[in-house]
């Protein structure tokens, strides 16, 4: 394949549907052998993101090898791309091919706003056992909108992004599906601080589960409490901090955050008390969502002398025949 060849097929032939043909024939050409494994086509994909290498050297080995090895323009073997391009051409050449290729990838990404935004590689990734945390952390769930891993691809999000001077820490990560991560994009959590906002605004202050008085854990969007009612000793509850009526009207984000809880929660009273709790489902006693964790019932003892229990039997039966 010549230089003008190369050229027509960007120019006229390039059908794209994803960023994936223009990257990669732009690391071949910057290459001084026109060539790239598999590996760094995957890491350039990808943008360094560790936790998706595998997952980019999946699409490396399908849909773009299958295109440009049927145009002519690379072959592939071995896990190694090669451009199938003449060694005659001049940097002047190469260096055009390299701005058809940006413009290309510029209107792709223009045209499909909320496709994945390709990135220049960032040294900083998150390590895999920290991401194994945070999305154990998240029960494998987009904090966001409440996917699960099963539905959607989770990525581990910078809160606050690097760019704004985030750091790559476990306070400031999160896990959140392809979609909420690509609409996030280089932003701090816009949807989360208008929800934090919101959530004194809408609290009661005739309501016993809307104080921040007795609280005992919170993780922003919920609180564990005791709500001290005289009813229940040591009940306790987790609740959202806005005050809504039941489960449903929560969103996402608030329901996991809400279940997230009640896991702390237990491992705290475990570590304060031998009493046992169960946690017993949906309080609807009160106009403001909770979920009730209270003491299990306590069994009574059993008479460790034998004699005893059945004098017991005995002095009753004696007392039914009296009655007869």
């Known amino acids: 394949m010549n230089y003008e060849e190369l050229e027509h097929f960007i120019r006229k032939k ?4 994803h960023i994936y043909q223009p990257i990669i024939i732009m690391m071949l050409l910057k290459s001084k052998d026109s060539t790239a494994s598999i590996d760094a086509i ?34 592939y073997d071995d896990d190694v791309y090669t451009l199938l391009l003449d060694k005659k051409i001049t940097e002047n050449q190469k260096t055009d091919l390299l701005e058809l290729c940006n413009e290309k990838l510029k209107y792709f990404i223009d045209k499909n706003p909320k496709i994945m935004r390709f990135r220049e590689l960032d040294k900083l ?41 985030g750091k790559t820490e476990p306070s400031n990560l999160q896990a959140l599906c392809y979609k909420c991560n690509t609409q996030k994009r280089n932003r701090d959590n816009l949807d989360f601080l208008k929800w934090h906002t919101r959530l004194k605004e809408s609290r009661k202050s005739s309501c016993l589960l809307c104080s ?19 009813d229940v000793k040591m009940h306790m509850v987790v609740a959202p901090t806005r005050h809504v009526r039941s489960f449903i009207d929560l969103i996402p984000a608030e329901r996991q955050l809400c ?33 009730d964790i209270i003491p299990k019932p306590q069994k009574h ?24």
């Not at 194994?132 to 910078?158: N, P």
């Not at 921040?212 to 005289?230: C, I, Q, T, Y």
């Not at 003892?301 to 007869?324: D, E, F, G, Y």
């Open 14 to 17: 390039m059908r794209m549907t």
């Open 42 to 75: 995957a890491r350039r994909l990808l943008n360094n993101d560790e936790s998706q290498l595998e997952y980019y050297k999946k699409v490396g080995k399908r849909w773009p090898r299958q295109t440009l090895k049927k145009h002519g323009v690379v072959d």
């Open 125 to 165: 990734s998150v390590s895999g056992s920290v991401r194994y945390d945070i999305l154990s952390r998240s029960k494998g769930v987009c904090v966001a909108c409440g996917a699960r891993s099963t539905q959607a691809m989770l990525h581990v999000d910078h809160i606050k992004p690097r760019s704004l001077g």
């Open 212 to 230: 921040e008085e007795g609280d005992v854990l919170s993780n922003g969007m919920a609180h564990f409490l005791h709500p001290r009612k005289p």
């Open 259 to 291: 279940l997230n809880l009640v896991d702390q929660a237990i491992i705290h009273i475990k570590g304060k008390s031998s009493t046992e709790f169960d946690v017993t489902g949906f309080d609807r006693s009160s106009d403001h969502f909770c979920i």
């Open 301 to 324: 003892k059993a008479h460790n002398s034998s004699r005893l229990n059945m004098k017991t039997i005995v002095n009753k039966k004696k007392a039914r025949q009296a009655k007869s």
